[in-house]
């Protein structure tokens, strides 16, 4: 009779796991319940820095310095702010982005951190998507200078923003080129069932003085 009221317990227990699972947004639970936690807390964040290092904040936190790889981090969107570090005070603004973490994924940003707020790099990061091919995924190219060129392994697909883009699953070189800006090369990967959101930045090629004799 106890063995069997301890199966019943056990069948209850893993029907009212299965309902709360299915209709609640476990998420959020599995983020807070203590034994759950380490496994559920599964998304890392790369940051690196071009020339020189800066400070890592994450919804107001410091986290440390560049290069910074955070491991354990619950999925989720976060506020993210490089600081970089400069013996000249003021000369480089506070840069914030807003990134939303998706679990079992490695999200990357790789930036150089001009005064005026220039940027030059890369953010990217992924979205789960339903109803793609096997062996499928997609990407979306965003550039902070309109109609810049698109190039995926040298072949030019069209000018940005690029949106959706379904892709075989795989390595890929991006480039971006717009005229008066330095080129942006950076690898890519396109994961299956999944969206890879890239968004990049340019800096402007400077201006010499023979560049203006010659005109």
Do not use: W
């Amino acid at each position: 009779m106890k063995k069997l009221k301890t199966v019943l317990i056990v069948i209850l227990a893993i029907i009212a796991t299965s309902i709360l699972i299915y209709f609640l947004p476990t998420d959020g639970i599995a983020n807070k319940i203590p034994f759950l936690n380490r496994l559920y807390r599964n998304t890392t964040l790369e940051v690196i820095t071009i020339n020189g290092k800066a400070k890592v904040y994450i919804d107001e936190k410091e986290y440390g310095e560049t290069p910074l790889t955070i491991n354990d981090l619950a999925p989720g969107e976060y506020n993210i702010e490089l600081e970089k570090i400069s013996d000249s005070e003021n000369f480089y603004q506070k840069q914030s982005f807003t990134i939303n973490l998706t679990k079992n994924t490695t999200s990357r940003m790789e930036l150089e951190i001009g005064p005026a707020g220039i940027l030059h790099g890369a953010i990217l990061y992924y979205t789960p998507q339903n109803n793609l091919e096997k062996s499928h995924g997609e990407i979306s190219i965003l550039c902070d200078i309109e109609n810049s060129k698109v190039y995926l392994d040298k072949e030019y697909i069209k000018k940005s923003p690029v949106i959706a883009d379904i892709l075989t699953a795989k390595e890929y070189e991006l480039e971006i080129t717009a005229d008066g800006y330095d080129n942006l090369t950076i690898p890519l990967l396109v994961e299956e069932g999944y969206l890879l959101n890239v968004k990049t930045y340019l800096f402007p090629i400077p201006i010499t003085f023979e560049d203006t004799n010659n005109e």
